[in-house]
């Protein structure tokens, strides 16, 4: 055990909690209206989240709240399934009551709530509440566990200059991470406007002057000019699970609709179908979806490292042309005037399912400069391309980096490492003697069978 500094003692939870219980183990039904029951979902990043929660009726709610009586000021942890997430209890919080996924802490006054909190987010606690959790499909912890954990106690008063210190370096990576989060939009902006100047001829404006060609040398052509044959599967029922090895299987349009051939979206096909061999999908192809919603109709890609084992489905289509028209097709279709055309040319009662025919897609029409400039084009969007993925890479290693710093700071905390000590700190073993004594001096219970003392309630 790492050796904590003079001052610091340890003491199990239940020795320094005055409630540690849990919420309901058979909650009242839902309603429509009523009062806020809210269980582990409704414990994110250190706060308590009023959304999507169990409504129940006020009757019902002051039984439930019989049990825990949560006030400001208590702790709450997460004990079965997501294990480990804690928040403490506002002044501004409206009154609300537990399923049994949530345990509650009122610390004694030894211990500050934020301190507490903060220690059931370190890396030393969640390792221990992963070791002693039970159960296989949903792990839990029971409370008498629990309250045999140990707590590293500092001084009181070094606890609060923890928790400011930690709230400080948390609200930094906090404005960090928000910063990390507009990435995304502003790197599917940038895609788009990289595609929409690809396709209007600006993208490649200094490239025609220096070679003395001329934006009219562009000419539209109809896909019906560039396809040399389309081909389907069958439409048939199948088992909703990816096939093995030894089996075959046909794709489900999201196989095709983020951008890159992803193997693990399809189906098993029935054990004594056979499909057509020209139906086998192969490294190389084009393939097409020509029924989803309004957004994604018309998402296609061309398949790297094709599976020997997927078919193509009634719903994704292989568009034969020649090799270098691929990537020219695949970018127009994606860039916002293409998507224009596909989203005018399906069909269909309902934005939730639209289709494109072989007939309408046959029909769009798209730019096609000359050879050398589509080459450029292509090579430019291509670059662009793989410098925003290293951007996509990057941020992902960033917000990592936040992740690890957060705990690097928790672990600093509850060692002793964060901020400085202070002699003049009243030790924390000089706290945990006046709480023996107080409770020595309470009246014993004298009652047989379970109870609940006055000054640590643990329900099993």
Not at 291 to 299: C, E, F, H, P, Q
Not at 322 to 351: D, H, I, M, Y
């Amino acid at each position: 055990m790492i050796e904590l500094p003079a001052g610091w003692e340890t003491a199990t939870l239940g020795s320094v909690s005055i409630k540690l219980v849990d919420g309901s183990h058979n909650p009242p039904a839902k309603r429509e209206s009523g009062r806020p029951m809210l269980s582990a979902r409704n414990i994110q990043n250190g706060r308590i989240v009023f959304s999507d929660y169990r409504l129940i009726d006020p009757g019902a709610f002051v039984s439930e709240d019989s049990r825990t009586r949560i006030s400001q000021g208590d702790v709450l942890l997460t004990i079965v399934g997501a294990l480990g997430r804690s928040a403490v209890v506002g002044s501004n919080n409206e009154p609300f009551t537990l399923q049994r996924s949530v345990a509650v802490i009122t610390p004694s006054a030894i211990l500050d709530s934020f301190y507490l909190s903060y220690y059931f987010r370190s890396p030393d606690f969640q390792e221990w509440i992963q070791e002693n959790a039970k159960g296989t499909a949903q792990k839990g912890l029971y409370l008498r566990k629990l309250a045999t954990s140990v707590v590293p106690i500092a001084p009181l008063s070094e606890q609060r200059r923890i928790v400011a210190k930690l709230d400080s370096l948390f609200e930094r990576t906090r404005r960090a991470r928000e910063e990390l989060s507009h990435i995304p939009r502003l790197i599917e902006n940038y895609k788009k406007a990289i595609l929409e100047a690809a396709f209007r001829g600006d993208l490649t404006r200094d490239w025609r002057d220096a070679h003395d060609v001329l934006v009219e040398s562009w000419s539209i052509r109809t896909l019906d000019t560039l396809l040399t044959g389309t081909r389907a599967g069958k439409n048939l029922r199948c088992e909703e699970r990816p096939p093995r090895e030894h089996e075959r299987g046909v794709v489900k349009v999201s196989a095709v609709t983020w951008g890159t051939f992803d193997t693990s979206q399809a189906k098993t096909l029935p054990a004594g179908f056979n499909p057509s061999p020209d139906t086998l999908i192969r490294s190389g192809d084009f393939l097409f979806s020509r029924a989803n919603t309004i957004d994604l109709v018309g998402a296609c890609v061309i398949v790297e490292n094709a599976p020997e084992n997927l078919y193509l489905s009634d719903k994704v289509l292989r568009l034969d042309m020649p090799n270098a028209a691929k990537p020219w097709v695949l970018w127009f279709l994606r860039c916002r005037q293409g998507r224009e055309l596909l989203e005018n040319a399906s069909t269909g009662n309902q934005l939730s399912m639209r289709n494109v025919s072989q007939s309408a897609l046959r029909a769009i029409a798209c730019p096609w400069p000359t050879a050398p400039e589509r080459h450029e084009i292509l090579r430019r969007i291509e670059s662009s391309m793989q410098a925003i993925e290293r951007i996509k890479s990057e941020q992902s290693v960033a917000a990592k980096l936040l992740d690890h710093f957060d705990q690097a700071n928790l672990v600093k905390a509850f060692r002793g490492e964060l901020v400085p000590q202070d002699p003049n700190d009243e030790p924390a073993s000089v706290l945990l003697e006046r709480i023996c004594a107080a409770r020595a001096e309470q009246p014993k219970n004298t009652r047989k069978g379970r109870g609940k003392t006055a000054n640590a309630r643990v329900a099993a």
